[in-house]
């Protein structure tokens, strides 16, 4: 009973030490794949400006190139930058992409978002009907256009236009309307002045710089305004570059503009920030009226923090996988790779260790024949070699013929050897006391 209770023990033992490697390796897998996040998602959301609007068309572009990498772009249109900022920074929301101005934000009330770096500089587009607009009094009773609640022409026209009077609640009516709305309205004259804020890419910019009786304003003191703040820059937009037939604008004409940034929440996996840098270095890189080719995307920090992979991109590109593979295979590998990770963190030791615990295993299987063998033996001697009966020689040849099963090691069949010449030296005696 004793015997067999003992192989119990050692089953139980083994089983045990079976489920604890296989719970270590399971717990190792989850913890890899939850923390290298190794699969990306299907789909994402991006965030976008209305229908029509130049924040639209990109986002076209961009859904376009991710499309071809199996990856779905979701578009959701907003009101505006404001409105698209709202929604990242909602943990609610299904967003995790959106091209935003400078200015609008910073990285204490955007904790969780950062950015891929910038675009393209976005101006501050200031067009009127009539006559300059220069002083407060010019501006009563005007109809002036700013833009919807959520939008970013908004929220910085009542920032920066008021502070130089051309924009006052006070003296002129303020109109809450799209772009394509504005143009419309202030082509046909039923509004007196419109701000917009968008790329020179965007529709109603250029149907505003080149419409009859409508004329841009030339943001004076440009330089203050860059100096108070850091997220503006001053362009200069050459005469005749909307028209030069009809010498549209017929000065250079100076802006302040901040520059659009691709942002995203912290969390967004990185091969899908990979593939949206990928995407940005195409749309992007060309030249432009502001810009020289290469000069976007640019690996620039605004409002929030520059990912450590758009950062890690601007140095060196894509990852060697990604560069060298198809979006998925490099995935496929880079899964494969990770899930290497916790089976040879656990394997490993295990292997290296191996050949200790097989020691300790033999030893103690030896061990324990031995405890039994002196057990009979001490039995044998306490009764004046009177028990050597035919059971007693029957528990020895059991116990040599479990020791000849045993599977030892090269450097434990000495041990195994002793255990069997000692067995026969006990049947010997026992035998002799039988005669």
């Known amino acids: ?15 045990i030490g079976a489920i604890i490697i296989a719970v270590l390796t399971a717990v190792g897998i989850w913890l890899t794949f939850s923390l290298l996040r190794p699969t990306p998602p299907r789909s994402v959301t991006m965030a976008i400006d209305p229908e029509e609007s130049f924040s639209a068309e990109l986002g076209k572009r961009y859904r376009e190139l991710l499309a071809r990498d199996g990856i779905e772009l979701k578009l959701v249109p907003t009101a505006g930058a404001v409105e698209s900022l709202a929604d990242l920074r909602d943990a609610k929301s299904d967003i995790s992409i959106a091209i935003l101005p400078g200015g609008i934000t910073n990285q204490q009330e955007s904790v969780g978002l950062v950015s891929l770096g910038t675009l393209y500089y976005e101006p501050l587009w200031l067009f009127y009907r009539g006559q300059v607009v220069e002083k407060h009094e010019q501006l009563r009773n005007l109809r002036i256009s700013i833009g919807p609640e959520g939008s970013a022409s908004r929220a910085l026209s009542l920032l920066f236009l008021a502070r130089v009077g051309i924009i006052d609640q ?58 108070l703040y850091p997220y503006l820059n001053k362009l200069v937009l050459p005469a005749g570059v909307a028209d030069l037939a009809e ?39 060309g030249p ?7 000069e976007f995307p640019a690996p620039e ?17 894509s990852p060697f996988l990604q560069r060298h593979l198809p979006f998925w295979l490099a995935v496929l590998v880079q899964q494969v790779l990770v899930l290497l990770i ?4 656990v394997l490993y030791p295990l292997l290296r260790g191996s ?28 009764s004046g ?21 045993l599977w030892m090691p090269s450097s434990l069949r000495p041990q195994l050897y002793d255990l069997r010449m000692h067995i026969r030296m006990v049947r010997d005696e026992a035998q002799k006391s039988v005669i």
């Open 288 to 294: 432009g009226v502001f810009h020289t080719a290469g």
């Open 385 to 405: 070699f009177r028990k050597a009966d035919k059971d007693f020689l029957e528990q020895l040849d059991q116990l040599d013929e479990r020791a000849s099963r």
């Open 301 to 317: 920090s605004i409002d929030v923090p520059l990912s450590g992979y758009a950062r890690q991109f601007h140095k060196t590109g």
């Open 170 to 227: 006070k003296l002129g009516t303020l109109l809450a309307l799209t772009p394509q709305e504005s143009a419309a309205k202030l082509v046909s004259g039923d509004i007196d002045a419109a701000v917009l804020m968008g790329a020179w890419e965007t529709p109603a910019v250029q149907q505003l710089l080149t419409a009859r009786e409508i004329a841009l304003i030339s943001v004076r003191r440009a330089d203050a305004f860059v100096a």
């Open 1 to 15: 009973m004793n015997i067999l209770k003992r192989e119990h023990v050692d089953r139980h033992l083994t089983v």
């Open 342 to 345: 916790p089976v040879v963190g």
């Open 355 to 382: 050949p200790q615990i097989f020691k300790w295993i033999g030893s103690r299987q030896v061990y324990r024949l031995y405890s039994e063998l002196r057990a009979l033996e001490k039995e044998l001697t306490v």
């Open 247 to 285: 010498n549209r604008p017929p000065t250079d004409v100076l802006l302040i503009a901040p520059k659009a940034s691709l942002i995203v929440r912290s969390d967004l996996h990185p091969a899908i920030q990979y593939l949206l840098l990928d995407a940005a270095s195409q749309i992007h890189s």
